[in-house]
């Protein structure tokens, strides 16, 4: 049957890139506004609380980065197949994307059932932490199938450029989250008072009801993407995760280097974990908004790529730049401005202040950088090469931030640890700047 072409391949550049990633831009501001939401709960509970989330952040950002790294590389493939107009291709793409969802959210449930304590015990020796930390991550990880479902099915509606489905998906979850986050933790409306455990329950529960929301938007609303049955084809797999490892990976690594600061951090202060976690929330907050604009972008190249439309690739890829970058100066300087008054959402102590507040406004300069290096990772993504993103990521957190945060740790202040990632975003934008200018050029050049 003739399908007719899809908006990827004909809509302007300015207008599709609006229309596909606006709907993404804000479905990922309202998840990072949950996750503020959901540590704002927390901090009233105690600042144990909320160092205890800060330290089972890695695992979560784990699960994310499978779930994500999977989404990133059928995401790639199914658009690259409908421009080719190969859809028997991207219905089995699909099929096996879904599979591998499950798989995942079943290994989750193993590891939840012995992984969690260990994992906080070997970053804190407070036993409060401890504790609410384990309770955190049983919960979240147990019933992860949520998340890897519903990540899933928003790449499939992205793939396609359906993208204020995926909009409406995380909308539904994510406000489901913020309603219910006070209820469960405080114990509103005869409820128990659950604290922690609490905010768990709310999150999971988000993700399932979005899962179902969209898993009804798939069925009913993308017909270019037919899913019949679970399928493991090792081709399809492979042609998956040689674009979604390497963004696995690079995910994982930053869980990684979360992990070993704050390992450093718990010899300063249970405080400085805490500034260190609150960073990573706001973090989410400015850098959703950015990946809402890559995931826009990443369809569009790979649908064109696999079109073979030049000069559609070169104008996506410039209008994405200079979007991203407009959006990193305005946040910089509003965080530089108001450090204080964004900490105090978390309910910040008084020792969390007098660390997170030169944190955040050192921080903040690297996100002017952060967003060409996020942009250029997507684009390398798009035209089926995660290695140059992943050799970014390592480059950027293993070879400078951590060796600076060390020697800061040992010879100087932990304000030094924040430059770091300054002058790691530095570096990343020379690393990308070189293979746009080879790499995507040859891309573009042999089409």
Excluded: H
């Excluded at 079109?307 to 100066?329: P, W």
């Amino acid at each position: 049957m003739q399908k007719n072409e899809n908006k990827l391949g004909t809509m302007s550049i300015p207008k599709l890139l609006f229309q596909v990633s606006f709907p993404i831009v804000i479905s990922m501001f309202i998840q990072s506004m949950y996750n503020l939401v959901d540590s704002y709960y927390i901090g009233k509970i105690n600042e144990e609380a909320f160092t205890a989330i800060a330290i089972a952040f890695p695992i979560q950002n784990i699960m994310i980065g499978i779930g994500v790294g999977t989404g990133v590389g059928m995401n790639s493939l199914i658009s690259r197949y409908l421009g080719e107009k190969n859809f028997d291709r991207a219905n089995k793409t699909a099929e096996n994307g879904l599979t591998l969802a499950l798989l995942y959210g079943l290994l989750l449930f193993i590891l939840s059932r012995f992984l969690p304590r260990p994992f906080v015990a070997a970053q804190t020796t407070n036993e409060n932490i401890i504790n609410y930390g384990v309770d955190y991550l049983q919960i979240v990880m147990g019933l992860s199938i949520g998340v890897f479902t519903q990540i899933f099915l928003e790449r499939t509606l992205q793939s396609t450029g359906r993208t204020v489905f995926t909009m409406l998906t995380q909308l539904i979850g994510a406000v489901l989250n913020i309603i219910l986050d006070p209820i469960f933790i405080f114990g509103y409306f005869g409820l128990p008072a659950m604290g922690v455990r609490g905010a768990a329950v709310a999150t999971v529960t988000g993700q399932i009801i979005g899962a179902i929301c969209g898993a009804y938007f798939q069925g009913k609303f993308n017909p270019e993407i037919t899913i019949k049955k679970l399928s493991l084809n090792p081709k399809i797999i492979k042609g998956i995760y040689i674009v979604g490892i390497p963004s696995m990976i690079t995910i994982t690594i930053q869980s990684f280097t979360i992990y070993v600061l704050n390992k450093m951090l718990s010899e300063i202060s249970t405080s400085a974990i805490a500034a260190l976690g609150a960073y990573f929330k706001v973090q989410s907050f400015v850098f959703m908004p950015i990946f809402g604009i890559n995931n826009g972008l990443v369809p569009i190249i790979a649908y064109n790529y696999g079109a073979k439309n030049k000069e559609r690739i070169i104008k996506s890829i410039k209008l994405a730049m200079i979007t991203v970058t407009v959006m990193t100066l305005i946040v910089s300087g509003l965080i530089i401005s108001f450090p204080r008054e964004i900490l105090k959402i978390f309910s910040a102590s008084g020792k969390m202040l007098e660390i997170g507040i030169p944190m955040l406004r050192i921080c903040a300069l690297s996100y002017i950088f952060a967003g060409i290096s996020i942009v250029g990772t997507s684009v390398f993504q798009a035209f089926g090469n995660g290695i140059l993103a992943l050799v970014d990521s390592i480059l950027r957190q293993i070879v400078v931030l951590l060796p600076v945060a060390y020697i800061a740790v040992t010879y100087f202040t932990v304000n030094e640890i924040w430059w770091g990632y300054v002058i790691a975003e530095i570096g990343s934008v020379f690393f990308i700047a070189y293979f746009m200018n080879t790499f995507v050029r040859r891309k573009i050049e042999a089409i």
